[in-house]
Structures are given as structure tokens and as C-alpha cells.
């Protein structure tokens, strides 16, 4: 990762190079030197003295100087940024089977139903190439299916707020911006309730899902439409696992361990501050 940076630094700094030989050379043919052969003068830069050659050096001079200027949609240190638009959980998840009071279950499972909600991220540039950023949504809501049963056990919702380290492979100086993140995902689930059809199967009850931890891996880029807005799509793996108890009633317990695993999609804008 030093290599590449120093690589991509060495780039800009040759572009600068190149930038600052050009307005040297669009400056000089803007404005021809001539040496003062009566003494030992240095060489000076004089202008003709008309408008057209006054006017053709101002404007080349205008010209030149804008490439040595950073481009207005870079990302630069201690920029501030949101992205919002639609976020898509997709869960690719795999389950234990399930167990009632202890005694598992044979052909059975629990599957993850797809949730779309509003997604919303902060992001703080560290470097012009280095960013942190937070995951944050509105409540996701999921279903919770029975595989083998054939019926639905419920719903819960669950917020995963995600932090994240960013890196910008190519630097942030482009209108096209990719990168990839790497952070810490904690998912809380709350607002579990029991489906009806589980209710008239196995009677009424409660049931509570585990807060999960752990890894997300991040691909994303952003595309400037003028200096403060950009479109945004982003794709995250998040592992997220969990343990979900149902406590009936009758005083039989029903469990079963889920891998929901998902990727979370997400389209939108972003604003920088």
C-alpha cells in the first residue's frame, strides 16, 4: 500500500511538473522575450504593445494558471461528506436447524428475507487518498422464515451501524472516484414479535434475536457532477450472526443459529460540506 501511494504521489507531482512547463511555455509564446543587445541586460518578457497581443496574453495566461489549480471536485483533507439514496440488505444466509427444547429439528432451517430501507453515510477525509467513514439506516424490518415448515416464524428489525477506514487506490483528484473500506459492523436487533401462523402452530410467545459483531468489507467510488455533488454507489459483505430463541408459553423453547452474512446495497448522492 506504501509502494502505491508513493507511486500515485510520484504521478501528481509529475503532472505538476508538466502543468507548471506548460504555463511557462504558454506564457513565453503569449508573450515573446527579446534581449537588449545596447547593454549586458537579462532577458526580459515585454508585450506588444497592442490590445489583440494584450488581450492573447491575459487569456493564455488565465488558461495556463488553471492547470496548476487543484480540480474543484477533489477530495481533500478535512473535507465532510454525506451519501444518501436506497439501501438493499440482501442476506446470503445459512442456518443451523431448528431445535425444540434441545431435540433438533430434521429438514428444518430459518432463511433472511431481503429488506430496502433509506441509507445515510458520514464521511471524513483524513488524507486526499484516506477517509473514515459511518454506516447508518432507518430501521430494516425482516421476515423470518421457517424452511422446512413451510410457514413464516416472524419479523424483527435491526440497525447495523458500520464504521469504516477508506482508501482511494487512484487518489480523490478525479471526477471518478473508487475505493474500498475495510471496518467493523455492529448490528442491533430489536422490535422482535412472533407471526400468526407460528402462533397457531406452536402457541404464543416471545422471541429475541442476539446483537451481532463483526468484519464488513467495503467496494465503492463516487462521480462529481459539480464540486459539491456526486453520484454514489456503494456494495458491502457484512458478517453478521446471530442466535434467535423463541420462549413459548407452553415453556418450550425453540432456537436456531443464523449466518445472515449480507450484502447491502446502496444508490444515491453525496454532498460534500
Known amino acids: 500500500m506504501l509502494v502505491l501511494a508513493f507511486d500515485v504521489n510520484h504521478a501528481f507531482a509529475q503532472a505538476a511538473f ?3 512547463k506548460c504555463l511557462m511555455q504558454i506564457i513565453g509564446a503569449a508573450c515573446p522575450p527579446y534581449l537588449n543587445s545596447s547593454a549586458n541586460h ?8 497592442s490590445l489583440m497581443t494584450t488581450l492573447k496574453c491575459s487569456a493564455l495566461t488565465v488558461l495556463a494558471a488553471s492547470l496548476l489549480a487543484v480540480p474543484a471536485f477533489a477530495y481533500e ?22 431445535s425444540l427444547d434441545g431435540t433438533p429439528l430434521a429438514g428444518t432451517g430459518a432463511s433472511v428475507e431481503n429488506e430496502t430501507q433509506l441509507g445515510l453515510t458520514f464521511t471524513y477525509m483524513l488524507r486526499n487518498n484516506l477517509a473514515v467513514e459511518l454506516l447508518a439506516a432507518s430501521p430494516f424490518t425482516h421476515v423470518i422464515d421457517a424452511e422446512g415448515l413451510g410457514i413464516e416464524v416472524g419479523e424483527a428489525k435491526q440497525l447495523p451501524p458500520t464504521l469504516s477506514l477508506q482508501f482511494f487506490p487512484v487518489g480523490s483528484s478525479n471526477a471518478f472516484k473508487p475505493y474500498l473500506g475495510l471496518g467493523l459492523n455492529y448490528t442491533v436487533f430489536f422490535s422482535e414479535k412472533l407471526s400468526s401462523e407460528l402462533v397457531a402452530v406452536l402457541g404464543d410467545g416471545d422471541m429475541e434475536l442476539e446483537n451481532s459483531f463483526g468484519l464488513a468489507a467495503q467496494l465503492g467510488a463516487d462521480f462529481s457532477l459539480t464540486d459539491r455533488l456526486m453520484l ?16 413459548l408459553n407452553s415453556g418450550s423453547l425453540v432456537e436456531v443459529d443464523v449466518d445472515i452474512d449480507p450484502l447491502v446495497y446502496m444508490l444515491g448522492f453525496a454532498y460534500k460540506f
Open 18 to 20: 508538466r502543468r507548471a
Open 77 to 98: 483533507a478535512g473535507d465532510t461528506f454525506v451519501r444518501i439514496g436506497p439501501a438493499l440488505v440482501s442476506p446470503q444466509d445459512d442456518s443451523s436447524t431448528l
Open 42 to 49: 537579462p532577458i526580459v518578457c515585454e508585450k506588444e504593445n
Open 232 to 247: 454514489s454507489a456503494a456494495v458491502w459483505k457484512a458478517d453478521i450472526d446471530t442466535t434467535a430463541e423463541i420462549k
